[in-house]
């Protein structure tokens, strides 16, 4: 009995863990531009130098080769050869969202208050700190790099073990991009193309490129290697949770100013890739 109570536990830590990693995928906390719909909600999401929507809540589709398209257009006009098989997972983790992950990040939210998944927060986004690193370093860039690892020690030596974010207002002596970098990332700023969109179980949205990325940031990331494997999970699956109580709302917003959801969560997601390769 204690087993399968256990194993059970397991499970729905790996499916939460999941969840939220699929609707995380899509970033709807990156700078986004707001703007309005008639008839619908208040906020749609754009990314990029050019609007997703029209007036009715369309997704803009601009001819190939047109002499408006930018490379964010061209990013979001990925092939998307297996768009059964996509959308039938991304029916599942929609599901699976409203269903599991929602509640239970609602339920947390309310009985923890703002300021403590706060600090939470920090110390999650502290401990990923190999995955910027190397990525920084494999784009050849070791002064962004450099900051990324003198914030790291200033808050984990001064900052409580990076529960506060005391580096937050430090500015570099040398303007740098943005630190948030990942595999999938350094993969693009080499040239790699996204090759296919896909949506995993689980997992959420992803391409090729994406997919060969989140699996070299697995063994950079230190709660992989937690043991045993449950707890990993677990571990993970809470950063999740805790992740997606600061951020209730945005999918649905996403969701429900959309005429198709599939087309927004995929043209959001390969323009917020783009935007973030060039950042």
Same mark, same amino acid.
């Given at each position: 009995? $204690?087993?399968?109570?256990?194993?059970?536990?397991?499970?729905?830590?790996?499916?939460?863990?999941?969840?939220?990693?699929?609707?995380?995928?899509?970033?709807?906390?990156?700078?986004?531009?707001?703007?309005?719909?008639?008839?619908?909600?208040?906020?749609?999401?754009?990314?990029?130098?050019?609007?997703?929507?029209?007036?009715?809540?369309?997704?803009?589709?601009?001819?190939?080769?047109?002499?408006?398209?930018?490379?964010?257009?061209?990013?979001?006009?990925?092939?998307?050869?297996?768009?059964?098989?996509?959308?039938?997972?991304?029916?599942?983790?929609d599901k699976l969202?409203?269903?599991?992950?929602?509640?239970?990040?609602?339920?947390?939210?309310?009985?923890?208050?703002?300021?403590?998944?706060?600090?939470?927060?920090?110390?999650? $986004?502290?401990?990923?700190?190999?995955?910027?690193?190397?990525?920084?370093?494999?784009q050849g860039k070791?002064?962004?790099?450099?900051?990324?690892?003198?914030?790291?020690?200033?808050?984990?030596?001064?900052?409580?073990?990076?529960?506060?974010?005391?580096?937050?207002?430090?500015?570099?002596?040398?303007?740098?991009?943005?630190?948030?970098?990942?595999?999938?990332?350094?993969?693009?700023?080499?040239?790699?193309?996204?090759?296919?969109?896909?949506?995993?179980?689980?997992?959420?949205?992803?391409?090729?490129?994406?997919?060969?990325?989140?699996?070299?940031?697995?063994f950079l990331t230190?709660?992989?290697?937690? $043991?045993?494997?449950?707890?990993?999970?677990?571990?993970?699956?809470?950063?999740?949770?805790?992740?997606?109580?600061?951020?209730?709302?945005?999918?649905?917003?996403?969701?429900?100013?959309?005429?198709?959801?599939?087309?927004?969560?995929?043209?959001?997601?390969?323009?917020?890739?783009?935007?973030?390769?060039?950042?």
């Amino acid at each position: 009995m $204690h087993n399968m109570s256990r194993t059970l536990l397991t499970a729905l830590a790996l499916t939460l863990l999941c969840t939220a990693a699929a609707f995380a995928a899509a970033d709807p906390a990156s700078p986004v531009k707001l703007t309005e719909k008639p008839a619908a909600s208040s906020m749609l999401l754009a990314y990029g130098d050019v609007d997703i929507w029209d007036e009715t809540g369309q997704i803009i589709k601009k001819p190939a080769g047109g002499d408006k398209m930018t490379q964010s257009d061209i990013a979001a006009q990925t092939p998307d050869p297996l768009e059964g098989w996509n959308r039938m997972w991304f029916t599942f983790n929609d599901k699976l969202y409203f269903w599991a992950l929602k509640p239970v990040a609602q339920g947390y939210g309310a009985v923890i208050p703002e300021r403590p998944r706060i600090w939470v927060g920090n110390f999650f $986004h502290n401990l990923m700190y190999p995955v910027r690193f190397v990525s920084l370093m494999l784009q050849g860039k070791p002064s962004a790099a450099a900051v990324e690892t003198s914030r790291f020690i200033g808050n984990t030596a001064f900052g409580l073990g990076g529960l506060a974010d005391i580096t937050a207002d430090s500015k570099p002596f040398k303007p740098i991009g943005s630190t948030e970098k990942d595999l999938g990332l350094t993969f693009g700023y080499w040239g790699a193309g996204n090759g296919l969109y896909l949506v995993w179980p689980f997992l959420g949205p992803s391409s090729g490129r994406d997919t060969l990325g989140y699996a070299g940031d697995y063994f950079l990331t230190p709660t992989s290697y937690i $043991h045993p494997w449950y707890w990993s999970i677990a571990t993970k699956g809470y950063d999740k949770i805790n992740e997606v109580s600061m951020r209730i709302g945005d999918y649905e917003t996403l969701k429900d100013a959309s005429v198709d959801p599939y087309e927004a969560v995929r043209d959001a997601y390969l323009r917020n890739r783009f935007k973030k390769i060039n950042d």
